[in-house]
């Protein structure tokens, strides 16, 4: 059963076109990767689905349900949260509040019953904070909720954006490059996370990576992007051995695929 159905997505910046026509259907609780050389329009991709940018034209559904139109925060409440490729933390707050902020979406709580203390929102907040140390526990950073998350280590950022994705109890998760500056240790951690959390959570993963070997251990699907178009799909036996797809990383001079 699909659950993320994207139609003919296209962005053009003026007279560049980042995505042209990429169609894709996410089968519930897949793990699904998009990759391609630099600059093939991944991230833009990325943005299209999570509301940054609006698609030039196009559709997105989340079960069945259009959501290209709507902005960020309303595309994080139907279902659909990410982490950057560019880490994006709340470098000054702890570990912890970074959690919580990710919770927001689900809160009741208004300004009125923040104001005035109310017991309904003391018990709010209690359970977020129960919550939040939970899947702090999840990704490994218990131990550090009161640490700023400035002073996390690269790998351990990266898993708390993870946390701070998962706070938004998501039904699609993009993870945007999760394995970037990662040492071989915390690539392995991480794609043992991925695996796990894909189950524990009822999760559907869509990443964006280079790490090829991650790539090929990790994903049921391949979309391989290329100049903005869709130029191969397939699981990833069939992509390994794609000539297509090893002439666009060979002409990038980038990784090879294997
Ligand atoms: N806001 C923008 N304005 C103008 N051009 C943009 C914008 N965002 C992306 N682009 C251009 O769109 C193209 C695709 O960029 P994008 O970042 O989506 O590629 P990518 O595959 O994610 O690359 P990388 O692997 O290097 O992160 C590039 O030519 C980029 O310069």
């Known amino acids: 059963m699909s659950i993320l159905e994207v139609r003919n997505l296209t962005k053009k910046f003026g007279g560049l076109i980042a995505n042209q026509d990429v169609s894709m259907t996410v089968e519930k609780n897949s793990i699904t990767a998009v990759i391609g050389p630099n600059g093939a329009g991944k991230t833009t991709f990325f943005n299209m689905i999570t509301g940054v940018y609006q698609p030039t034209s196009g559709a ?8 290209n139109g709507l902005k960020p925060h309303e595309v994080s409440k139907k279902g659909i949260s990410r982490t950057f490729q560019n880490i994006r933390l709340f470098n000054e707050m702890s570990v912890i509040e970074n959690v919580l902020v990710g919770m927001h979406t689900h809160l009741k709580a208004g300004l009125i019953g923040i104001l005035f203390n109310l017991p309904a929102i003391r018990r709010e907040e209690k359970s977020s904070e129960k919550k939040a140390y939970q899947l702090l526990e999840y990704v490994g950073l218990a131990h550090l909720l009161n640490e700023k998350a ?15 994705a998962l706070a938004a109890q998501p039904k ?19 794609t043992q996370l991925v695996k796990r959390m894909r189950h524990e959570f009822n999760l559907t993963v869509i990443l964006i990576e280079h790490d090829m070997k991650l790539v090929m251990e990790i994903s049921e699907y391949i979309i391989v992007l290329d100049h903005g178009e869709k130029i191969a799909e397939g699981k990833p036996e069939n992509i390994r051995n794609n000539p297509k797809v090893i002439e666009a990383y060979l002409g990038s001079g980038a990784v090879h695929v294997g």
């Open 60 to 67: 997105i559904l989340l079960e069945n349900e259009k959501i």
């Open 150 to 164: 400035c002073n996390l280590s690269y790998g351990a950022q990266r898993r708390l954006e993870i946390a701070r």
């Open 172 to 190: 699609v998760i993009l993870l945007d490059e999760p394995a970037a500056g990662m040492n071989p240790k915390e690539t392995n951690d991480l």
